[in-house]
């Protein structure tokens, strides 16, 4: 569907895109994920010929897309920074002014899908920001395209709107409609991609699979004994990871079985009071990663 190769952008002397590559695949949902300043909305800015380009190449089905070619994007939709809406319209009648071959059917069910039915005949002056946000994926949807690309689309969405856009995102999904969706939050893509893009610094520092990512994650026991400092030192001296933290917390790997531990305090006469598990989160994975890849200055 989409490819990008080598894509490299600067803005003067600064490059803020570095030999980008990627694919999405027919019905794939891929995240564009990054710090502020990782060149996130300017990937997506490329592919919609909104932005030049020094270097590179983007195709949609094969057709080159840069600011003067347009033809492959008669079938990408888009929200990319703020939605342009006008204060009085209706939201319908945005739907209505964007749609070019959509039926009153499908216009229903997009603002039923993202809950926007009690206000969606109010001007769209009334609205707050997450509605014009709402209405700003709704227009995206328009016209039945086959890649939809969303910078930061769950930004000023409550809690229930951002499942509505999730659930919404999944459904067009299966019917195989490709996605490109940008965010600064790892765990709010967590529950939709197959695939993560990792950019640091206008490259990829890593392109991997949900499944993959949580490969990484880390597992801890926490442990409340009848003497922490002591646990603390007896554990340390036999070899177990410790973090920094009041209780006993131990890092999980091959050779840290929970007998064993507690085989450890038994013989130095601490009793254990409580066990807790903890598996560290997506975002700490990408902060490792992040680490990891950068010498802890991304
Ligand atoms: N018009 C511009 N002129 C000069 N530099 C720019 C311009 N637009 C973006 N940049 C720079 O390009 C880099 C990438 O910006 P971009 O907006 O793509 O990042 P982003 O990952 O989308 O960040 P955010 O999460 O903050 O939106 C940044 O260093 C930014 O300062």
Redesign the pocket.
Known sequence: MLTINNLTKS?GK?T?LKGIDFKISEGEIVGLV?A???????IMKSILGLASYQAGEITIDGKMVSTTSHQALEEVGALIEYPGIYPFLSGYDHLKLFSENNTKEELDEIVADLHMTDYINRKAKSYSLGMKQKLGIALALLNRPRLIILDEPMNGLDPQATRDVRELVLKLSKKGTSFLI?S?ILGELEKIVDHFII?NKGKIIQAMSVEELNAGHSHYVMLTTTDNEKAKEVLTAAKYELQVDRSVKIKMSENADLANIIQVLYDNKIQINDVRHQENDMEESLLNLLDQKDGGKA
């Open positions: 803005f600064k803020v990054g502020n300043g990782a060149g996130k909305t300017t940008s600064h950019l």
